[in-house]
């Protein structure tokens, strides 16, 4: 099922150039990297890494919006470690990731702790995005 944007909020623009061996950049400037393939030794990030910064970052915005939502007070010193791994399907036909986020939520009775990530996980636009085709795990903390 694809979902349609009814309202944009706001609109990315980047170019890259040289896939995994290359640059990419933002229209803006905030964002100008040299990339290479994982695991090269040559400087520069990769995608992966991209996606485990990107991930967090809109997973922490839905734990606070359900912290909001479920009258819980969203604790100083949350944190998100996220493992993005790049690896090929059964039968090797085909490349696919897979992502586990340790989240620290401190402070936090267990059952908060797993309602603001239950929670989290259906509203964060990253975790709508993937549904259905990347596993994610999570290391609650």
């Known amino acids: 099922m694809t979902t349609t944007l009814e309202h944009v909020l706001y609109?990315?623009?980047?170019?890259t150039e040289?896939?995994?061996?290359?640059s990419g950049k933002s229209s803006?400037?905030?964002?100008?990297?040299?990339?290479s393939p994982p695991g090269s030794g040559?400087?520069?990030t990769n995608p992966e890494q991209l996606f485990g910064v990107g991930y967090s970052a809109?997973?922490?915005?839905a734990l606070k919006l359900a912290a909001g939502h479920h009258g819980i007070a969203f604790?100083?010193?949350?944190?998100?470690?996220?493992?993005?791994?790049?690896?090929?399907?059964?039968?090797g036909a085909h490349y696919a990731l897979?992502?586990?986020?340790?989240?620290?939520?401190?402070?936090?009775?267990?059952?908060q702790k797993q309602?603001?990530?239950?929670?989290?996980?259906?509203?964060?636009?990253y975790s709508r995005a993937i549904q259905g085709n990347i596993a994610v795990d999570f290391e609650i903390r």
């Open 42 to 44: 040559r400087p520069g």
């Open 58 to 61: 809109c997973f922490m915005g």
């Open 98 to 111: 897979g992502v586990t986020l340790a989240i620290t939520l401190p402070g936090l009775a267990d059952e």
């Open 11 to 15: 609109t990315a623009h980047t170019h």
């Open 28 to 35: 803006d400037g905030a964002l100008d990297v040299r990339l």
């Open 18 to 22: 040289g896939g995994r061996e290359g």
């Open 115 to 125: 309602r603001l990530v239950d929670t989290a996980h259906q509203t964060c636009p």
């Open 75 to 91: 604790p100083a010193g949350v944190a998100i470690d996220a493992s993005v791994s790049l690896g090929k399907t059964a039968g």
